[in-house]
Nanobody, 123 residues
Framework: QVQPVESGGGLVQAGDSLRLSCAAS????????MGWFRQAPGKEREFVAG????????LYTDSVKGRFTISRDNAKNTVYLQMNSLKPEDTAVYYC????????????????WGQGTQVTVSS
C-alpha cells in the first residue's frame, strides 16, 4: 500500500516555474507506477504525466510536453513534477496517484491518491 502526499503548489505568474513533490509512504513504493493528474474547476480530472517504477519510462499529455518533466527518487520515496513555462490553462488542483503495473491514462486504474495541491497561474 502507498499513501501519496503532494506539496509545492502555489500562485505564480505565466512563464514561471514550479516544482511539485509527492512523498509516498509504504515499503512498496519502488514497485508502483506514479502519475500526476490535474483537475480544473468544472472539468474532469485528467492525466498529466506518469513514470514507471524504474524511472526509465515516462509519458506526458500533449499539452505539457516540452514544459513539464516527471522524475522520481526511489531512495526518498518521492516523485517530482517540474513545471516550466506555466500558462494560465495549467491552473488546477494537481494530484499524485499510484498503481501497480504500467503507466496508464485512465485515472480509474490508479489505486492510491493524494489530497491534491493547488496550482494557480495568473496571466
Amino acid at each position: 500500500q502507498v499513501q501519496p502526499v503532494e506539496s509545492g503548489g502555489g500562485l505564480v505568474q505565466a512563464g514561471d516555474s514550479l516544482r511539485l513533490s509527492c512523498a509516498a509512504s509504504g515499503r512498496t513504493f519502488t514497485t508502483y507506477t506514479m502519475g500526476w493528474f490535474r483537475q480544473a474547476p468544472g472539468k474532469e480530472r485528467e492525466f498529466v504525466a506518469g513514470i514507471a517504477w524504474s524511472g526509465s519510462n515516462t509519458l506526458y499529455t500533449d499539452s505539457v510536453k516540452g514544459r513539464f518533466t516527471i522524475s522520481r527518487d526511489n531512495a526518498k520515496n518521492t516523485v517530482y513534477l517540474q513545471m516550466n513555462s506555466l500558462k494560465p490553462e495549467d491552473t488546477a488542483v494537481y494530484y499524485c496517484a499510484a498503481r501497480p503495473g504500467g503507466i496508464l491514462w485512465d485515472r480509474r486504474l490508479y489505486n492510491y491518491w493524494g489530497q491534491g495541491t493547488q496550482v494557480t497561474v495568473s496571466s
